[in-house]
């Protein structure tokens, strides 16, 4: 193509557009592209010259534009797929294989004598930055503690094992479930939306007492809620 | 986009892609990394029992010889009765108890995890070598009724009204309360290790040690279990227990409409 001077070369720009065609493209007809705007018929500068100038370069050649636009829609499409897959990735794959291996392991047979699950460390309690932890065991047939009280809206985080078999935290009134395996920590940052008992039945069959199964959270406005003091573990009665 | 060859990083979006890839990853690992728990300081540690069921203690404690137990048991009968079955309301029936059960309350006697006089005078004079050949015998001792030996079980039948709690208590549990029922863990039904069975027990042991676990004087129970349910129970519901199981209606899981 020529060396064209005005900013809206007409007679730069070819009037077959293979590529428009070949994408299909809506935007383009077969004489007048989006891109070309003549200014022959107009009086005034609308959105699509100021377009036309923002673009230029893509704008200005019809080829090398359409290819210019078709790589950066094919970049966008990438980085957003990629975004979501590794979005994915990280909280299905990442979290629960570093969990797997370097995350904590008690050993259920010996959680009352040691380590974060001893009976003096479980209940609510609250870390140095101020955020609440809680921390439940789950056997046959109860939830230890049976009833924590938490503040309304403030995100608790809790953390569960079992003693023997798997058992699931259902918290009624919620969508939260949190599984208690074995062996293994869960660990889940809930928070509850108003004031209130939330139950927590249990959700996997786990034996005989698997029905009557249940202990509860106790919601409390956020002024009434005294959280537990350095060293303290708090829990309130069972009923 | 008409080449016809192309390699992945050969183009200009392929290296954007290759390069957020990459740095996705990086980011990713990196905030794994940062993932560790904050334990704060932990408060004074207490253990309720030195006894955790590997297999080892399992093994040792249900590994004991009821020939040697039988002769190591007859400076029991003063207080447990010569058949396992003690003419006191408040001292345990040791008959028809589960090895494992039996060994872990010696333990926690030696421990001093479950405090008692009495029974901890009595240990000194046991060796513990000796603590699973009591077990292995008492577990054989049948629970059958005999009219000859002076027992306390089985005492009268509940009072009115109790039978109906007990036996809703023992067969269903109470859901509201999260209190599991009896029979899950003591009972005919099925048994959990550590628990008792608790067919051919005394009324007034059983209230004792309901109403111990309670206000958690007795404490030496595995993950706060028994305190747990215990304080969830009223006052009547614990006596309608204890009279339950002492009138031998624990005696298989027909429950109460069945005589011992």
Redesign the interface.
Known sequence: MGNCAQPWPEKCISSRLPHAQDLGSALYTKNQPLCHISMRNRSTIGPMHVMQATFGRLCADEERGTEMRSKIGLVLGILAFLAVFLLMRYYEFDLPVWNYFFGYRPDPLSLHLSGEFVESNLGLTQETDGSLTARLVAQQFLFVPQCIEVPVGVPIRFRVTSADVVHVLFFAGTTYRIRAAPGYVSESRLQFPHVGTFSIPCHEFCGGGHYAMRSRVLAVPKEQFHPPQSGERSACAPH | ?RRTESAPLR???GR??GL??AM??IV??M??WA?S??????????????V???EDTIALASGGSVVRGLILSRRCDRCHGGEGFSSRPTTPNLAGLDRLSFWKQLQDFRSGKRPSFIMQQVLQFVLPESDPDLAAYYSMLPTSSDPQDVREFPSAAPAAGHTTIAARLVS??????????C???HGP??F?RGAPPLRAQNTGYILEQLEAFADASRAND????MR??S??LTDEERRALAEYYGAGFGMNSAGATAAP
């Open positions: 986009m183009t200009s979006a954007v892609a957020g890839l996705l990853t990713a690992s905030m794994l993932q728990s904050k334990l704060t300081s932990k408060p004074g540690l207490r253990v309720p029992s030195d955790s069921w590997t269903l549990g109470d859901g509201r309360r999260g209190i599991p029922p029979q899950a863990c039904v099925a959990v595995i993950n706060i279990s747990s349910i304080a969830a």
